[in-house]
C-alpha cells in the first residue's frame, strides 16, 4: 500500500507519471478549482494544486490520483491499483470536458454548403489530393480559414448578421436579404418521425445496418460514420449499397397513391 509520492515541481502539471517505486504509470486527474473549498479540502489531505493543461484549456487544479481508495483508521488513503485501472479511471474522468471542448470548437466552426442542398460544419481536415499510399505526405490536411471564400462569414460563437447578406444587384442597387419563407412548418417534423421510422425498418431487416443509418441519416458522411463506428470504408461501402435496396423497399411502404 502506497501514499502519494513526491514529484518535483516540474512534474506536478503532468497528467500521467513514473511512479518512482513500480516504475509503472500513474494517472492524476486534473480537478479544475472552480471554488476555494475545493483548494483548502486539497490543502487538507496534502493533494497537489497545480497549473495544467486538459485539451485546449489551461486552468489551476487538485491533482487527484486515479486510484482505488480505503478506509485505514478512519482515514481515506490511496491503495496500490493497476496502471490500467488508473487509466481506463482517468478516462472516464475527463471525457465529459474533452465532449464539451469539442462541442464548443464545432460550435465556432462555419456552416457551409454539403453539396446537397443542405449545410454542414466546416471539417476540421480534408483529404490531401497528393497523398499517396506509403509514401511521406500525409493523409488529410487541416483546414484553414485564410483564404476561405466563407472567410468572411467566420464569427466563432456569434450569430450571423443578415445585414452582412446584403448584395449589389446588376443595376447597382443594394437588396436586402430576405429569409426564405418555410413552405411546410411541419416539414421538419415529418422527416423526424420518417427517419425514426426508417431506422426502425432497418433495424427490423438488417438490425447490423441500423447504427450506420442512424448516422447517414444525421448527414454524417461515410467516411465520418466509419470513423464512429470503427468500420473499414470497404465495409462502410458494402452496408450502404445495402441501406440503398432498404431504403428504396422503405419508400414504396409509404408512397401515396
Known amino acids: 500500500m502506497s501514499n502519494i509520492h513526491s514529484n518535483t515541481p516540474a512534474e506536478t502539471f503532468r497528467h500521467i507519471r513514473k511512479n518512482p517505486v513500480t516504475g509503472e504509470d500513474d494517472y492524476y486527474f486534473p480537478m479544475e478549482i472552480t471554488d ?29 490520483p486515479c486510484k ?14 493497476p496502471t490500467d485501472v488508473q487509466r481506463r479511471k482517468y478516462l ?19 456552416q457551409i454548403p454539403d453539396g446537397h442542398g443542405g449545410l454542414k460544419r466546416c471539417p476540421y481536415r480534408m483529404p490531401n489530393p497528393d497523398y499517396a499510399p506509403g509514401g511521406r505526405l500525409p493523409k488529410t490536411l487541416p483546414v484553414k ?3 476561405c471564400c466563407y472567410e468572411e462569414f467566420q464569427q466563432a460563437h456569434t450569430t450571423v448578421v443578415l445585414s452582412t447578406l446584403d448584395h449589389e444587384d446588376d443595376s447597382g442597387e443594394m437588396q436586402t436579404y430576405e429569409i426564405p419563407a418555410t413552405k411546410d412548418m411541419t416539414a421538419a417534423d415529418r422527416f423526424l418521425e420518417l427517419r425514426e421510422a426508417f431506422i426502425a425498418f432497418v433495424q427490423e431487416r438488417n438490425p447490423k445496418l441500423a447504427p450506420l443509418a442512424e448516422l ?9 460514420a466509419g470513423r464512429e463506428l470503427g468500420d473499414a470504408s470497404s465495409t462502410v461501402t458494402s452496408r450502404v449499397e445495402k441501406l440503398k435496396d432498404l431504403l428504396t423497399a422503405f419508400l414504396e411502404t409509404i408512397a401515396t397513391p
Do not use: W
Not at 475545493?38 to 489531505?45: G, Q, V, Y
Not at 475527463?94 to 469539442?102: S, V
Open 36 to 64: 476555494p473549498s475545493i483548494r483548502a479540502l486539497a490543502r487538507e489531505r496534502g493533494l497537489e494544486i497545480s497549473r495544467t493543461r486538459l485539451g485546449y484549456r489551461v486552468f489551476d487544479a487538485v491533482m487527484v
Open 68 to 81: 482505488n481508495t480505503a478506509m485505514i483508521h478512519g482515514v481515506e488513503v490511496y491503495t496500490d491499483t
Open 92 to 110: 472516464d474522468l475527463i471525457k465529459d470536458e474533452l465532449a464539451a471542448q469539442d462541442a464548443a470548437k464545432q460550435d465556432g466552426r462555419c
Open 145 to 147: 480559414c485564410e483564404g
Open 216 to 224: 447517414l441519416t444525421l448527414e454524417y458522411t461515410k467516411s465520418e
